[in-house]
């Protein structure tokens, strides 16, 4: 086996991409060729062996720094390790006992064979890992010193790619000592004569949707000095301003300040009345602030995150594309087919970028095939002059007059499932495990190409891999198949597609079972399955894939570019590799597929309608049977069936559309009557984060009414703000409404939101449960978003919940809880999994009282979802959870 070190996350703004990127890694490494080993690199740049279950957080901040080393904070602000204060060496070792054990540089010859680099900016991406690597003699994935350090600094690349004859915007680089003591006024002048509007400032060494802002002329001289300090992080913040704020706001404005993808981050230098103070925790920056603002009419606050450069150019209007390089067997550089990045007004930002289902691609970008040649070549050429190695994912943008404007090269491509890196490898045939094992064999080639040293050790490694290779091209294939179904025509369809791509993720890299995506695609009145070729797997967007399963066609690109990559097809891509998608009935599934694994949500899926299709032919799949299904589908319909049983749950309201004829003031009226605000409306029968709302008042009540029963496609634009709904937030039309009272404290001496998981077994023939420890589920907002629910680095959840303060406090209401947990799955029959989510009332006696919000059986099996964690805690990988829930499925079957 050879042993892969995944170095990941790093102290740079995009760690918590790094982080899933790392884990993406780590679970897609072909487990029959290569040992992953994580290694985890923390804010103070320590090397840290990681704990296998960790790397399943949602976030770094679930577990690091631990429960344990956290201070108090009455706002629950969320941290990173710096966030508390400068710590010694020992107090940094202790914390890293917690998760895992501090790994020292020289031990890493011994501890690893290559290193696969999934870091961004600072350390990961600018050559100073890959110098310490160079000098270990490891090799390492990617490109080398040189280029990596260009690929970083984009005011260097700038001048770099002017003397090479690549189209340029005029640009003014702005050093930050010049910001910070020139005129201002006279940098403004300047950027006006010779950029225009509207004008793009950013900073120089940032990923490339941090700290970026689109300055129009209406924004003039205070929208670019307001944009230069974003991207420089300098934040003032004026008494004037302050003081208008209520409590709750100046918490959420320091919650937005001290976030490191969106704002200055921690630690900052404030600076007021001519003095300078360190603040390093959310709650002392608060303090800070209440304290000065009070009696100073400004602070400035300075980021050490910091930059030392901005680069001002002009906006390019054009059509955006991001493209992908890799190199043959001989290094010559082949662009993948660039991909168009379809987005509205609004700035293509970290939530755009990485939650999916809000941003569209189109593989390859929909231009005359002259013009995507162009582009290709382009990217080629300068993937040349800059001498990168193994891949790089070149940004840029045409425009109307057909000039080509490549702004962003990156030597690191973030390794989320459906990045540009995965993306556009699997128009070529390779799944991200073949992917990846194409850039460890590649970048083995390259290192021994281009390093100094003597090789005899690469050479060695880059034999085995090669022969492993060969053996697993001749091995016959007695893996079982496994059919998994996603996609569908709910509201958390995109989030359906990346789960059921996770579970193929999971299961491709196994060495028992051969998963076959299928796409779920049609409506509530006829729907079809399709198997799916892997150029549409990952693809981030289920519109996108219905939409060109629906009008498919081969790409005369695309079928050079494969002939392009044939040795490389030939060498890592399976030889039964489909590239078109191929309706399939029921009965002929049951004839290709051994087991089915439903990664649906919502209707169809988790309501028993398919679950009963696949009876019909004999198949068994994953969670409840049909009859348990269709109950809990009903949020309604399972509440009152709790209730019946003993259960304390919400007050419940059906507000059915038919019933009022538009007539909303008299459903108004019927509400009011039963509950007082706020109360909560929701879809009765979709997903757990579709349109859950807390109504404050009349006006968002009728808001809410108006939505949901409007006759539409579109949101009626009056309604966006009342609601707050975000840019492209879905908000689903539905025949009927449930209103139910909020859930409160009640008086509890400790109150909060769970979220439980379950498994189940046969004993001797007999069902058993085995119940997780329940996670505990921090909101920033009222409810839990979609975001805090999917994207990754988005929310947090403490697992196990924070039940008590001693081990005997918290065994004590845990089992109470998971008692309640799973006397609501018995009375609801729920078999297989399923996730309950709850809150608890704790009495200060520990008495635990369980509130039964919604029962899912079919839950997120994203690769970050909190379940994982749970399972993680019981000893299951997710991959052996994953195999669990299939040998139970088979099992019942045969029962």
């Not at 310490?132 to 010193?145: M, N, V």
């Not at 390093?280 to 930059?307: D, I, K, W």
């Not at 450069?309 to 290094?331: A, L, M, N, T, W």
């Amino acid at each position: 086996m050879i042993k892969v070190g995944i170095l990941f996350s790093g102290n740079s703004r995009e760690r918590e991409i790094a982080f899933a990127g790392g884990r993406t890694v780590y679970d897609n490494l072909d487990k029959s060729i290569f040992e992953p080993i994580p290694i985890f690199i923390d804010s103070h740049l320590n090397f840290i062996l990681l704990d296998w279950q960790y790397l399943y957080k949602g976030s770094i901040r679930d577990f690091y720094p631990p429960v344990i080393a956290l201070t108090d904070s009455p706002n629950a602000f969320q941290i990173y390790i710096e966030s508390l204060g400068i710590l010694s060496a020992a107090q940094q070792e202790k914390i890293i006992l917690q998760v895992g054990r501090k790994v020292t540089i020289d031990e890493l010859p011994n501890l690893i064979d290559i290193a696969f680099l999934a870091l961004h900016g600072n350390f990961g991406e600018d050559g100073q890992l890959q110098g310490l690597l160079e000098s270990l003699q490891i090799p390492y994935t990617g490109s080398g010193i040189r280029a990596s350090a260009i690929g970083m600094d984009k005011s260097f690349q700038k001048k770099m790619m002017e003397i090479g004859g690549f189209a340029n915007q005029p640009v003014v680089i702005i050093p930050r000592a010049s910001w910070l003591t020139a005129n201002t006024k006279k940098i403004f002048k300047q950027v006006v004569n010779d950029v225009k509007y509207p004008i793009v400032v950013r900073p120089a060494n940032q990923g490339s949707s941090i700290g970026i802002t689109i300055v129009g002329e209406k924004q003039g001289e205070r929208g670019f000095i307001a944009a230069v300090n974003k991207a420089f992080f300098i934040e003032n913040i004026f008494q004037k301003d302050w003081s208008k704020r209520s409590h709750e706001e100046r918490v959420e404005y320091v919650r937005h300040l001290t976030d490191i993808r969106e704002s200055i981050g921690l630690p900052v230098d404030a600076y007021c009345n001519n003095a300078t103070t360190t603040i390093y925790h959310p709650e002392h920056l608060l303090t800070f602030l209440n304290e000065n603002l009070a009696f100073a009419n400004a602070v400035t606050l300075y980021g050490h995150l910091s930059e030392q450069k901005v680069v001002v150019e002009g906006f390019i209007q054009g059509r955006e594309f991001s493209c992908v390089v890799i190199q043959d067997e001989d290094g010559t550089p082949i662009a993948l087919p660039p991909t168009e990045i379809v987005k509205g007004k609004e700035v293509f930002d970290y939530r755009a970028k990485y939650l999916p289902g809000l941003s569209r691609k189109i593989t390859p970008i929909d231009l005359p095939t002259t013009q995507i040649e162009a582009i290709r070549n382009e990217c080629e050429r300068l993937f040349r002059f800059f001498e990168f190695n193994v891949y790089a994912r070149i940004d840029g943008f045409i425009n109307a007059a057909g000039t080509i404007f490549l702004n962003d090269p990156n030597t690191t491509s973030g390794m989320l499932p459906s990045s540009f890196f995965f993306h556009q490898a699997a128009e070529i045939g390779l799944n991200p495990s073949q992917f990846l094992t194409y850039i460890i064999r590649t970048s083995l080639q390259e290192r021994i190409r281009t390093v100094l040293h003597k090789t005899d050790n690469y050479n060695r490694l880059l034999q085995q891999l090669s022969e492993a290779l060969k053996q697993k091209k001749t091995a016959k294939n007695l893996k079982q198949k496994v059919g998994v179904i996603m996609g569908g025509y709910s509201y958390e369809r995109h989030i359906s597609v990346e789960s059921g791509r996770n579970i193929y993720e999971k299961l491709a890299g196994s060495d028992k079972y051969e998963p076959i995506p299928i796409f779920l695609s049609g409506n509530a009145e006829n729907y079809t399955l399709y198997k799916m070729p892997i150029t549409l797997l990952f693809k981030d967007n289920a519109d996108d894939i219905r939409d060109k399963i629906a009008h498919f066609k081969k790409h005369a690109v695309i079928e050079k570019i494969k002939k392009q990559c044939s040795n490389i097809i030939q060498t890592f891509a399976a030889t039964d590799v489909i590239f078109e998608p191929q309706p399939v009935g029921f009965k002929q599934l049951a004839k290709e597929v051994d087991v089915v694994f439903i990664a649906l949500h919502g209707r169809p899926g988790e309501d028993g309608a398919l679950q009963n299709e696949l009876e019909k032919v004999g198949l068994s799949y994953n969670g409840s049977g049909v009859s348990s299904s269709a109950i809990t589908i009903d949020k309604y319909q399972t509440l009152q069936l709790l209730k019946k049983q003993g259960f304390v749950v919400a007050d419940q309201l059906l507000i059915y559309k038919k019933d009022y004829n538009g007539n909303y003031s008299a459903a108004i009226q019927t509400i009011e009557h039963q509950f007082d605000y706020p109360l909560i409306a929701k879809p009765v029968d979709d997903g757990c984060s579709s349109a859950v709302k807390v109504i404050k008042n009349q006006a968002q009540l009728k808001a809410y009414i108006e939505g949901i029963f409007r006759d539409t496609t579109d949101v009626p634009e009056h309604i966006l703000p009342v609601l707050q709904l975000k840019p492209k937030e879905e908000f689903p039309t539905k025949p009927t409404i449930l209103i139910e009272s909020l859930i409160t404290a009640n008086g509890a001496a400790r109150f909060m939101e769970v979220t439980g998981g379950l498994l189940t077994h046969y004993d001797k023939h007999k069902l058993t449960y085995e119940m997780f420890e329940p996670s505990e589920a921090l909101s920033a907002g009222e409810v839990l978003s979609l975001e805090e629910k999917f994207l990754a680095g988005e929310g947090q959840n403490i697992t196990p919940a924070r039940f008590g303060n001693t081990p005997s406090n918290y065994k004590a209401i845990a089992e109470q809880v998971k008692a309640d947990l799973q006397r609501a799955a018995e009375i609801l029959q729920v078999e297989g999994y399923a996730r309950i989510d709850a809150f608890v009332r704790i009495a200060k006696n520990n008495k635990a009282e369980t509130v039964i919000v919604e029962v899912n059986s079919l839950p997120g099996m994203t690769p970050a979802t909190c379940i994982f964690h749970q399972a993680a805690i019981n000893g299951y990988k997710p991959y052996q959870f994953i195999d669990e829930i299939l040998t139970f499925a088979q099992a019942r079957k045969r029962k």
